[in-house]
């Protein structure tokens, strides 16, 4: 009898833990994905330099004109993308609409509530301050 009760204690510890581990990578994701829809991609600059120092052996002045020109760059892809998001929500919006047509009442009702999380199921890519950007496993170029 104490020998099930102790296999029962250590099953529910495990449990517990494993239901514990889940619950916070589904928070850390969930996190990571709202970050990225609300803030976008990282800055380019450090993510460059870090890879053409160490690939190009640059000297001092090149790393400043380097960082100059990375930054400039970072500064019209904001502009950009400002510019560019509200077109990217209009065409989302119409995709939505044009699929709410295909369904019935039960499932436009269903459809409205994923709609409305959409921004949660942006991939999650907020790689700030990493060193090495990798992209997602089905983006990997040979």
Known sequence: MKLLKAIAGITAIFVLGALTGILGTGLMVKNR???FHEKGPPPIKPIFMERIS???ELNPEQKIAVE???EDTQQKLNLLRQTVRPQ???VFSECFNRIEAHLTPIQQKR???MRE???RFMPPRSFKNRPHHRPPPGNRRP
């Open 117 to 119: 999380k959409f921004p």
């Open 88 to 90: 990217i929500k209009e």
């Open 68 to 70: 100059e020109v990375l």
């Open 33 to 35: 994905i709202e970050t």
């Open 54 to 56: 160490r690939h190009l």
């Open 111 to 113: 459809f409205k509530s």
